[in-house]
């Protein structure tokens, strides 16, 4: 039994070793293979252990100094504001895997980074042993870095183990040819009202190696198909290798008295070294213009009575229409009417002017000729405003043959007209009461809106 149980514990030790292992961090452990902007970088024996953190790193231009030696560094060149594409490879080695580890890529020696962070890590993975794992990163660089020289750390981490560090040496290029946006304001102000104008202030910098002429500025709104262009003389010098800025002349965009409500896109175009172009978008509030706003639909309510009446050949019968201003703004209305020769058309008022929520009533006397056909006839009275006509009222006449008596059809004619106002007056009541109910709702609503 005693060697069945000694065989049987050695089986799980050999098993035990036979499986891959989690270790800490061991640079022996790990092979590394690097890519900047598609370019392979060369190490040597430059990937480290950090033994002992409190160690000092001494920065020259070829060689770094960690822990007791100096090691060269490979290097790569960049440009001023370059984006840089940073792709890792690791392979494990000696069936050893990792597990709760992250990469960072680091660049140091920048004066701004506590404001201008130039960094960038992965979340924590794993690795299996015996295997190879990719993973990216990316930076961008300012574009008004002072030095020439910075140096990308790319660091290994865990949690129990020290770090593994491989550097890479960036030599920094000024831009031949770059302009940028620096600064746009709007006066009054980011929120301005229809009509009026907005006047742009566009600050450029020059952070290329190279001096620019003829740099073409264009400030425009496409939705309200308004542009300004101004061009930057004299030349925009590069500042002795420094960034250098320029104002741009003011410029202004009327914004059309008509335009709604609501945001607008403010595209900044600046194009130079002929075919290079930065482009900038911004977003502006505008304001209606009640003055210039389009008419509002259906705001005109007509009320008739009688529509329809019996006229005596020779006499006359009145009809009265009522106008109502459903609308948010004055209104001129013109009423025109014309018959043939069965009847003449008098208006008590071709030309009413109302304000919003107001009514008048304009009477209409048809006057029969004495020879006129007995029969139907009809009226049309059109009613327009700003050259279009909103509505064509068709008032009904039947033509009866003349009374013996005048004494009768006058009583006749007095009594529909009483009739006729009664009515007028019970509509006039009720659209009254129509338009304040939903005035009154909208000042609520308005209210809600103010409050929410």
Not at 85 to 97: N, P
Not at 312 to 326: C, D, E, K
């Amino acid at each position: 039994m005693s060697n069945k149980l000694l065989s049987l514990v050695a089986l799980f030790v050999i098993s035990l070793l036979a499986l891959p292992t989690a270790l800490a961090l061991n640079a022996g452990n790990f092979g590394w293979s690097v890519e900047v902007n598609g370019d392979e970088v060369i190490f040597g024996n430059e990937v480290r252990v950090w033994d002992n953190p409190l160690t000092a790193t001494v920065e020259t231009d070829e060689e770094v100094f960690l822990n007791g030696g100096l090691v060269p560094v490979p290097s790569i060149s960049v440009e001023e504001g370059q984006a840089i594409d940073i792709k890792v490879t690791l392979d494990t080695f000696d069936g050893v895997a990792a597990t709760d580890i992250e990469l960072e890529a680091r660049i140091k020696g920048y004066e701004y980074s506590a404001r201008e962070s130039l960094s960038d890590s992965t979340p924590l993975f794993d690795i299996a042993a015996n295997t190879q794992k990719t993973k990216t990163l990316s930076l961008t660089l300012p574009r008004n870095l002072e030095k020439q020289v910075y140096w990308l750390h790319l660091t290994l981490d865990s949690a129990n183990s020290a770090s593994i560090e491989a550097i890479v040496k960036l030599n920094v290029e000024p831009t031949r040819h770059g302009v940028g946006i620096n600064d746009v304001s709007f006066s009054p102000g980011n929120t301005i009202k229809a009509g009026r104008s907005l006047l742009t202030t566009v600050l450029l910098e020059n952070f290329g190696d190279k001096d620019e002429d003829d740099v073409k500025v264009t400030v425009a709104i496409p939705e309200l198909g308004v542009s300004a262009v101004e061009y930057v003389d004299p030349a925009l010098d590069n500042g002795a290798m420094d960034v250098n800025y320029e104002d741009v002349p003011e410029m202004f965009l009327p914004i059309p008295a008509t335009a709604a409500a609501g945001d607008y896109n403010v595209e900044v175009t600046v194009e130079y070294d002929r075919f290079e172009e930065v482009k900038d978008t911004y977003v502006i509030h505008v304001l209606a213009n009640e003055q210039f706003q389009p008419a509002d639909e259906e705001t005109l309510v007509l009320a008739v009575g009688p529509e329809t009446q019996n006229v005596q050949a020779g006499q006359t019968a009145r009809y009265a229409i009522a106008l109502t201003n459903a609308g948010s703004k004055s209104r001129a209305y013109l009423l025109s009417s014309s018959t043939g020769t069965w009847a003449t058309v008098a208006l008590s008022n071709s030309l009413v002017v109302l304000e919003p929520g107001k009514n008048t009533v304009v009477y209409v006397d048809v006057t029969a000729s004495a020879d006129a056909a007995l029969g139907t006839q009809t009226v049309p009275v059109a009613i327009s405003a700003n050259n279009e006509v909103l509505e064509t009222v068709n008032l009904g006449a039947t033509v009866t043959a003349a009374p013996q008596a005048v004494s009768n059809s006058n009583v006749s004619l007095r009594t529909g007209l009483e009739i006729a106002l009664i009515v007028l007056v019970v509509v006039l009541v009720i659209i009254g009461l129509i338009i304040g109910f939903s005035r009154l709702r909208k000042d609520d609503d308005e209210e809600e809106k103010k409050y929410y």
